[in-house]
């Protein structure tokens, strides 16, 4: 007990001690830096949340690594500017862009993945395939044009804090949204009867099918919901920034890091891994911006090497 | 058709290939291989520069020195390997008599190496703009007849100085064409008394930019903004956000007409953006206005006027024809006769004068323009000043530019 | 695999009790043609498998530069070998292995820029070395990579080693695009030229195209080598049923983490013939892109057996090349996709799968062709 005790407190101090000299400098030379690339990386780990959560709750129930999670990001954020654009309705493209993916998902779960049921490297093949086909039937449609969204004006401007001064109020929205939707997904999963399944199915799935519950169709749901969160993120997130062939590559692969960091198939680990992973990114852009990328890949592989499940990772 | 038989007898047996990729051509047709990135992300740009070489193609009505000229068309995806392997195909496999390609910047370095391997064949450059292609180790047999990155700047960074924008903030994508340009721009900049106070140079393909924003000083008078497309709009949406208020100024391809004509309506705070080019949509001479006719009479599905690949592979394929006329089509020799025609090749493009330097690389006019807005609300770069004869020493004595090098994140430096 | 294997590979392990020694554990039903003898040791088994038609395959590969035009000596044949031989790197992981590693293709290119930083290239960062130093340095450096990269991906399930290479070649692509210092970011090391040996231009065609044939049918010789040897069974044995193989005392890890290294020696001889072949090494030639081709050419050929890397490469240069002459080359990705798409849907076992299928059918009749289609439907 008090050895591990003891481990916990050098790490601890392995850690924090440099991240706490480094805060007290960067906070004394420009508070307004500082501060403000601590809003956008807890903004962009919101977005980065919204993403992931779909990819980890997919995986988690169905051992199903879907790379092309990243095509349905994309997909759903054109088909959303599409529909924004037809309709001059912000909100109407979210909705476009979650229900477009979430039927992608559902096509793929009901006409493939159901048919390889435990074959986990096919299934993940498969996957590959289908975000190749995926973007280039995209790079056809939309072209290599950047995208940008037109939503209200009123989540749009900018508002006035402490220190930071103006900030775009569009991603304090983008915040509050990401912590809603953890909410209502927690209480999806832990209050409502689909919810209990698809726990339960996380914990044991040959147990849930032999109680009786109709396996697939908890399955199809799940995929419907993990890819509709990527269409949903890919409105969200392509509001914030702006859509363009190649996002699918990068919201893939931050799903992918967020959740090897974070530990697979779990929701509150997805959370702790996007707020890891936007931090470090923020602040590698605002501190040494050449190195930015490369310094969540440093984070994930340190977490890799001392806890090859991830933080909050426990064994399948 | 010859290649997809090729492609059959390899795989049922090797012996056909030797005479199947021996066979002798004709040479009363001249073969010239076009290169372009026809795949990925920037595929339509790609497709613009085949518009350009096939108009002027066109225009030389099919023929040049009293050939009749073949195009054979290759593709890369904008990586070097891809570049060169599309190119060895079309020199060895297609035997061209003549190579036009590749588009960007670190193609062409690739290229204009794997030019030295096949010193009989000519190689003209598309629209790659990379400095070292033709500074560092040039080749005997690589021309490149349009300007590049960092002469497209000249003159640009007096023009600033002279609204007054005497301490700037730098945006741009760190990699070599972003480098060029930055460099065109501060050679004079800070020559004049300019200080570029600080330089952000952000990963490629960043649309984040919002810590970046947040180290921008508050004591500066505008921003310079070298990023590729829409990046800029973008960068420019979330620096109003952030609360900036700042003007910006920009590189050859921020404010180009993809990002005035670009998807979504948040366009306005662009308008007097200063930048500068080798070309300029509404250029008041005989010649652009006929070369922009010519285009849109051509190809009812290209943009609505010619974009940068398409101007600049028109003058490279045009520079290329021109130069088998005075030769009149005579390929002998190794080339050698061709190769010295089109070093003193001197002729009208659609944007100025053509000519080359000793290393083989474009002296043009750099044309300086600002965002406008038209009687019909279309916006439009109004071009302010032309500077005429931009060499590759971007106005320096040759000494001068030696002892400041090429562009990098760290050269030049005036903070 | 027969049970007589199995026996043989638990003997050489040290430290079993003998009871375990006829435990059976579930093994690829496919069995192999050539059966070796109980006792003989692994390089004659593989040399006993040996048959006519290698031998074929391999005199028509020895004349074909001597048939076939610079072109299609250099660029098709030297290519598909280079290419096959990091392929069959992949294809020993995932097929033996059961681990498919998308890193690969980064471990080639750790191998590329190695070459290009301690050999020459006209890059200032060069250090001019002597090119077999600098080759040596480059297989030692990027097979010490190979062996990193299996150790962070393997301590967990085989689905996650697909997930974590992924991540860890990107991170190598980003490192490569951003470092000015040592892998001189976008636009890499140019002029990296092969080295001239013994008055013979490694550079040239036809010396080229030998180079890659002898790396490849070594490689290639190793792996069938590896397979029949008592490592290689208990790999398979490892893919197979990991808990019952650490019950047997075997370190999993381990075994998996030497794969990697092996695989990864391979790949970095793949990635030293590629810098060559290109004469420039750039981070493109790590992308996400060129990381995925290495896949696609695996799996097109099929991963069970080596030559599989071998076919799929063939095909893919081919396709590769001349696709533009058959078709929109702006869809060329839709092409490979859809290919690819087809293959992991329809022939798990790529075109080798198709072979054999084809193959069955010829030599059992149409009855049980039949019947065959039916159990696989």
Same mark, same amino acid.
């Given at each position: 007990m008090s050895a591990r005790h003891l481990r916990t407190w050098i790490w601890s101090i392995v850690i924090g001690a440099p991240l706490a000299a480094f805060s007290i400098w960067a906070i004394a030379d420009n508070p307004r830096q500082f501060f403000s690339t601590f809003l956008n990386g807890v903004t962009l780990a919101a977005l980065y949340f919204l993403v992931a959560s779909g990819f980890t709750l997919v995986f988690g129930l169905?051992?199903?690594?879907?790379?092309?999670h990243g095509s349905l990001y994309l997909l759903g954020a054109y088909v959303g500017w599409e529909v924004g654009d037809a309709t001059d309705s912000w909100l109407l493209a979210v909705a476009a862009g979650f229900l477009t993916a979430a039927l992608v998902g559902l096509f793929l779960q009901v006409a493939i993945f159901r048919f390889m049921q435990g074959q986990d490297l096919r299934q993940t093949m498969v996957t590959i395939g289908i975000s190749i086909v995926l973007a280039d039937l995209m790079l056809w449609q939309w072209g290599g044009l950047i995208y940008q969204f037109d939503p209200p004006r009123i989540i749009f401007g900018s508002i006035p804090l402490p220190i930071v001064k103006g900030y775009p109020t569009y991603r304090i929205v983008l915040l509050a949204g990401a912590i809603v939707i953890g909410v209502l997904l927690w209480w999806f999963l832990n209050k409502t009867r689909v919810g209990m399944m698809i726990r339960a199915g996380v914990d044991d799935r040959a147990m849930l099918a032999a109680s009786g519950v109709n396996v697939q169709r908890v399955f199809a749901i799940t995929f419907a919901i993990g890819a509709g969160m990527a269409g949903f993120a890919g409105v969200v997130g392509g509001t914030a920034l702006s859509i363009s062939p190649g996002e699918d590559i990068r919201y893939l692969l931050a799903s992918l890091v967020v959740v090897i960091v974070g530990g697979m198939g779990s929701i509150t680990g997805a959370a702790v891994g996007a707020l890891l992973i936007g931090l470090a990114e923020q602040f590698g852009l605002a501190y040494e911006p050449t190195y930015g990328i490369v310094f969540t890949f440093v984070v994930m592989t340190l977490v890799l090497a001392f806890r090859p499940r991830g933080i909050l990772g426990r064994p399948a | 058709m010859r290649s997809r038989s090729c492609l059959l007898s390899t795989l049922m047996g090797t012996a056909i290939v030797a005479l199947c990729a021996g066979v002798a051509h004709a040479q009363e047709t001249i073969k010239i291989g076009v290169l372009a990135?026809?795949?990925?992300?920037f595929a339509a740009g790609g497709q613009d520069s085949m518009r350009g070489a096939d108009l002027a193609l066109k225009l030389h009505n099919g023929m040049a020195g009293g050939k009749k000229i073949e195009f054979i068309k290759g593709s890369s995806d904008a990586s070097p390997d891809k570049a060169v392997a599309a190119t060895r195909k079309l020199v060895?496999?297609?035997? &061209?008599?003549i190579m036009i390609g590749p588009l960007s910047g670190d193609e062409g370095i690739a290229v204009k190496n794997y030019s030295k391997t096949q010193p009989n064949i000519t190689f003209v450059n598309g629209s790659s703009g990379a400095?070292?292609?033709?500074? &560092?180790?040039?080749?005997?047999n690589f021309f490149r007849f349009h300007t590049e990155g960092a002469q497209w700047m000249v003159g640009l960074g007096e023009h600033a100085l002279s609204k007054g924008y005497k301490k700037v903030f730098l945006v741009a994508e760190d990699y070599g064409f972003p480098y060029s340009q930055v460099q065109g721009f501060m050679a004079s900049y800070c020559k004049n008394g300019?200080? %570029?106070v600080k330089k952000a140079w952000v990963p490629?393909?960043?649309?984040?930019y919002s810590s970046v924003i947040s180290?921008?000083?508050?004591?500066?008078?505008a921003l310079v903004v070298v990023l590729g497309g829409a990046d800029a709009v973008n960068f420019l949406t979330q620096y109003e956000q952030a609360g900036g208020d700042k003007p910006m100024i920009g590189g050859t391809?921020? %404010?180009d007409q993809t990002v005035l004509h670009f998807?979504?309506?948040?366009?306005?705070?662009?308008?007097?953006t200063p930048s500068a080019g080798p070309?300029?949509?509404?250029?008041?001479?005989p010649e652009w206005k006929k070369f922009v006719a010519d285009y849109k009479a051509a190809f009812?599905?290209?943009?609505?006027s010619p974009s940068l690949f398409a101007y600049l592979y028109y003058v490279s394929t045009q520079a290329t024809l021109l130069g088998l006329d005075a030769v009149k089509g005579d390929l002998s020799g190794g080339q050698k006769t061709y190769r010295d025609a089109l070093q003193k090749l001197v002729f009208a493009g659609p944007a100025g004068e053509v000519k080359i330097d000793e290393n083989r690389n474009g002296i043009g006019d750099t044309y300086i323009t600002e965002v406008a807005k038209d009687s019909t609300g279309d916006y439009y770069n109004k071009v302010v000043k032309v500077v005429h004869n931009v060499t590759e020493t971007l106005g320096l004595s040759k000494e001068e530019f030696q002892k400041m090098g090429l562009g990098s994140r760290d050269v030049p430096n005036c903070p | 695999m027969s049970a007589a294997q199995w026996r043989r590979a638990m003997n050489s392990?040290?430290?079993?009790?003998?009871?375990?020694?006829?435990?059976?554990i579930p093994t690829e039903p496919a069995a192999r043609a050539a059966e070796p003898p109980r006792l003989l040791p692994p390089v004659v088994a593989a040399l006993r498998g040996i048959r006519p038609h290698h031998l074929i395959v391999l005199a028509a590969l020895i004349i074909y530069p001597l048939v076939a035009s610079p072109f299609f000596t250099f660029q098709i044949g030297g290519q598909a070998l280079a290419l096959g031989l990091i392929a069959l790197s992949l294809s020993f992981l995932?097929?033996?292995?059961g681990m498919v590693s998308l890193a690969q293709q980064s471990v080639a290119g750790v191998a590329g820029y190695m070459v290009a930083i301690f050999g020459t290239s006209i890059?200032? @960062?060069?250090?001019?070395?002597p090119w077999w130093l600098a080759v040596v340095a480059a297989l030692l450096i990027a097979t010490l990579f190979a062996t990193f990269v299996g150790w962070l991906s393997?301590?967990?399930?085989? @689905?996650y080693t697909i997930m974590i290479t992924l991540a860890i070649g990107v991170a190598f692509y980003y490192l490569t695009l951003q470092?000015?210092?040592?892998?001189?970011?976008?636009?890499g090391f140019n002029q990296v030229h092969a080295p001239t040996v013994f008055d013979t231009n490694l550079r040239d065609a036809v010396p080229f195209y030998y180079l890659a044939l002898a790396c490849a049918v070594a490689g290639y010789g190793f792996i069938q080598y590896l397979i029949r040897a008592p490592f290689g069974i208990a790999l398979q044995g490892v893919r197979d049923n990991p808990r019952r193989m650490r019950a047997l005392g075997y370190n999993v890890t381990g075994h998996r983490v030497a794969a990697y290294s092996v695989a990864g020696l391979l790949a970095a001889v793949g990635g030293v013939l590629m810098v060559w072949y290109n004469n420039q090494i750039s981070p493109e030639s790590t992308g996400l892109g060129a990381m995925i081709d290495i896949l696609v050419i695996a799996v097109l050929g099929g991963?069970?057996?080596? @030559?599989g890397a071998f076919l799929g490469a063939i095909v893919f240069v081919l396709l590769q090349n001349f696709a533009i002459d058959l078709i929109a080359r702006e869809r060329f990705n839709l092409v490979i996709g859809g290919v690819f798409l087809a293959i992991v849907l329809?022939?798990?076992?790529g075109l080798l799968g198709l072979w054999t299928r084809f193959s069955s059918r010829l030599s059992t009749g149409g009855a049980q062709g039949k019947l065959r289609r039916g159990g696989a439907a």
């Open positions: 169905m051992r199903n690594v879907n790379l092309a | 990135t026809l795949e990925g992300p060895e496999q297609d035997k &061209v008599d400095q070292a292609t033709t500074l &560092v180790d040039p080749s005997p300019g200080h %570029v490629l393909g960043t649309k984040d180290t921008i000083p508050g004591d500066i008078d391809i921020t %404010v998807k979504g309506k948040r366009r306005e705070s662009l308008l007097g070309m300029a949509d509404q250029l008041d001479t009812k599905d290209g943009f609505p | 392990g040290a430290g079993r009790s003998s009871t375990l020694r006829t435990v059976a995932g097929g033996q292995g890059d200032p @960062i060069s250090l001019h070395w393997v301590r967990t399930e085989g @689905i470092n000015y210092s040592l892998f001189a970011g976008h636009r991963l069970s057996r080596p @030559i329809f022939s798990p076992d």
